[in-house]
C-alpha cells in the first residue's frame, strides 16, 4: 500500500509540473492578437514562458537562403561565414522588431529565415540584403550626456505640449506638463559608466516611443544632439530581477569604421585562464587610427555599433600600438564567440542567394489551427468511441491515459517553449492513436491470460510484463526516426518530429506506469473476480 502511495504522489507530482509550465500557454492564447503582441511586461512575461505557434499557423515570411562560398577565395575563407551572415540578418530582424523570429542555419551553407507576423517579402529581401555597418564610437562623459538629454526632454515636451493643445487649447494652458519625460523615466546603470543609463522594461516602449520621435530619422539614422551626441540602443538585458535596455551616449563621428578590421580570434585572458578575450587585428591605416584614438582617450570607453546597436563597450586600458587590440572583462566564452562574430560582420562576407521565400497569411494561418483542431478532435473521438465499444471499462482507462498523454505533450512543449506547426498538429493527431496502440497489446494480452483460466490479478501481471517488451521495441523505433528527423530536418519536419517524439515518451509513461498503476490501486482495494475489458 506504501508502495502505492509514492506511485500516486509521483503521478500527481507529475501533473503539479505539468500544470505549472502548461499555465501560461493557456493564459497567452486567451489573449487577442492585438494583445498578445503588447510590450506590457505581464504579457511579455506570458509570451516568454508560453508555447510558441510556427509560421504556417500565425502567418509571415519564410525564406531559405545560400551563402555563395564560391565567391570567397580559399585563402581568404575563415570557416564562420555563415554564423557571420546569420548574426548580420538577426541583429536587422530584431531591430525590425519582428517577434519570436527563427534564424538558423541549415546544411553547410543555407540559412532558414521564418518571420512570423511579416508578410511582405519585398521589405525581408530589402533588410537581408543591404550592408551592414560597424563601426567604433567614444562613449561620451556624464556632463554631455546629462546635455543630450536635456536637448530630448526640452523636443519631447514640446511634442507634449504640441499634441495637447492640438486636443484642447484651454486644457494646455493650465496643464502643467512633466518638464522631464524622457530622462525621468531613466535610470543609471550600475557598476557602468557615466555616459550610459538604463531603461527599465517597464519603460522601455514609452522611452522608445520617445526616441523615435526625437532622436531618429528612419532615413539617415540617429539624429545628432548638442556637442556631436547621439543616443544609441544597446541590447536587451534579461535579468529577472531588473530586465531593460542601456542607452549609451556616443559620438556621432566614428573613431574608426569595421572595413579596417582584419581578424578577430578568441584568446585564453592571460590574467584568468578560465576566461577568454577577443584579439582584434587591424589593417596599416586602421591601426593608425587605433593609436591615436586609444591614446587620446584612456580610460574612456569605446563602444562597438553594428547596425545602430552597441553590442560591445570595452574600456581603453592604454594606448594601443601595432593595429591589435585585446577585448576584456567579457562575461564568459559565449559572449566572447559573439563579439568575435559582431567584430568581423561588418559587412555580408558574401552573395545570398533567395532558395525559397514563401508567405503565409493570417487567416491562412487561423483555418489551418481550425482545421487541425477539427481533425484532432475528430481522431480523439473516434478513437474513444472504439475503445469504450471494444474494451468497456477498461476502454475508459485507455481514455483517461490519452487525456494526460495530450497535457504532458503541451506541458513539455510549453516548457521547452516549442513551437507548435502544422505538420506538429499531425504530429499531435498521430500521437493519439498511438497512445492507444500500447494499451491495445497490454488489454489484448490480458485477455488471452484471461482466457487460459488465470485469475484476474495473475492476468493483469502477466499482460503488463509480456506485452512491456513489445511497447518498448515499437516505440523506441518510431523514436529514433523522429530524433533523425528533428536533428537533421528543416522547419516543418522538425514541428512534427518534436510532437511525435515527445508524445511517444508520454504514451509509453501513461500506458505503462498509469494505467497500471489505477488496476493496482483498484486490486488493493478488493480482489477483482471478473474484469470488464
Not at 356 to 361: L, N
Amino acid at each position: 500500500m506504501s508502495n502505492l502511495r509514492l506511485k500516486w504522489a509521483f503521478l500527481f507530482a507529475v501533473l503539479f509540473v505539468a500544470g505549472f509550465f502548461l499555465l501560461p500557454t493557456a493564459r497567452f492564447y486567451k489573449l487577442d492578437r492585438a494583445e498578445q503582441s503588447s510590450q506590457d511586461p505581464s504579457v511579455a512575461g506570458l509570451r516568454e514562458k508560453a508555447m510558441r505557434l510556427g509560421l504556417d499557423l500565425q502567418g509571415g515570411s519564410y525564406l531559405v537562403y545560400e551563402v555563395d562560398l564560391d565567391k570567397i577565395p580559399e585563402a581568404e575563407r575563415k570557416g564562420d561565414e555563415v554564423e557571420r551572415a546569420i548574426e548580420i540578418i538577426r541583429n536587422r530582424v530584431d531591430a525590425y522588431g519582428v517577434t519570436e523570429p527563427v534564424i538558423q542555419k541549415s546544411g553547410t551553407n543555407r540559412i532558414v529565415i521564418q518571420l512570423p507576423g511579416l508578410d511582405s517579402p519585398e521589405r525581408v529581401r530589402d533588410l537581408i540584403g543591404k550592408t551592414a555597418r560597424l563601426d567604433f564610437r567614444i562613449v561620451k562623459s556624464g556632463d554631455e550626456l546629462l546635455q543630450a538629454l536635456n536637448i530630448v526632454d526640452q523636443r519631447v515636451a514640446r511634442r507634449q505640449r504640441g499634441q495637447v493643445a492640438r486636443a484642447d487649447s484651454s486644457v494646455a494652458d493650465s496643464l502643467l506638463l512633466n518638464e522631464k519625460p524622457f530622462s525621468s523615466l531613466l535610470q543609471v546603470y550600475p557598476g557602468r559608466q557615466a555616459g550610459i543609463v538604463f531603461v527599465p522594461a517597464t519603460n522601455l516602449e514609452k522611452v522608445e516611443a520617445m526616441w523615435n520621435a526625437v532622436c531618429f530619422d528612419s532615413t539617415k539614422g540617429p539624429r545628432v544632439l548638442t556637442g556631436g551626441t547621439v543616443l544609441e540602443w544597446g541590447e536587451m538585458v534579461d535579468d529577472a530581477a531588473n530586465p531593460g535596455k542601456s542607452l549609451y551616449a556616443l559620438s556621432a563621428r566614428p573613431e574608426l569604421s569595421g572595413s579596417h578590421i582584419k581578424d578577430a580570434q578568441i584568446a585564453p585572458d592571460p590574467q584568468n585562464p578560465r576566461a577568454s578575450n577577443v584579439r582584434l587585428f587591424l589593417d596599416k591605416r586602421g591601426a593608425g587610427i587605433f593609436t591615436r584614438v586609444t591614446g587620446a582617450n584612456v580610460g574612456r570607453q569605446l563602444a562597438i555599433v553594428l547596425d545602430n546597436v552597441v553590442r560591445s563597450a570595452p574600456v581603453i586600458q592604454d594606448k594601443i600600438r601595432g593595429g591589435e587590440a585585446r577585448i576584456t572583462g567579457l562575461n564568459g566564452d559565449a559572449e566572447a564567440r559573439m563579439l568575435k562574430i559582431v567584430l568581423r560582420a561588418g559587412a555580408l562576407p558574401t552573395d545570398l542567394h533567395a532558395i525559397e521565400e514563401r508567405t503565409v497569411g493570417p487567416t491562412l494561418g487561423r483555418d489551418s489551427i481550425e482545421q487541425g483542431l477539427r481533425a484532432s478532435l475528430l481522431g480523439l473521438l473516434l478513437v474513444i468511441v472504439v475503445m469504450v465499444v471494444w474494451y468497456r471499462a477498461s476502454g475508459v482507462l485507455a481514455v483517461l491515459a490519452l487525456g494526460l498523454n495530450l497535457i504532458f505533450l503541451f506541458a513539455v512543449l510549453g516548457a521547452i517553449r516549442g513551437t507548435l506547426t502544422l505538420p506538429g498538429i499531425a504530429g499531435i493527431v498521430l500521437t493519439i492513436g498511438m497512445a492507444v496502440d500500447a494499451n491495445v497489446l497490454v488489454f489484448e494480452r490480458i485477455r488471452e491470460e484471461l482466457r487460459s483460466g488465470k485469475t484476474v490479478r495473475g492476468a493483469i501481471d502477466a499482460g503488463y510484463s509480456r506485452a512491456l517488451v513489445t511497447i518498448l521495441d515499437s516505440n523506441l523505433t518510431t523514436l529514433i526516426s523522429s530524433i533523425v528527423l528533428f536533428q537533421f530536418g528543416t522547419g516543418p519536419i522538425r514541428g512534427f518530429a518534436l510532437t511525435l517524439m515527445v508524445g511517444i515518451i508520454a504514451n509509453v509513461f501513461t500506458a505503462v506506469f498509469v494505467t497500471r498503476l489505477i488496476y493496482d490501486s483498484f486490486m488493493a482495494k478488493r480482489p477483482l473476480k471478473s474484469l470488464s475489458i
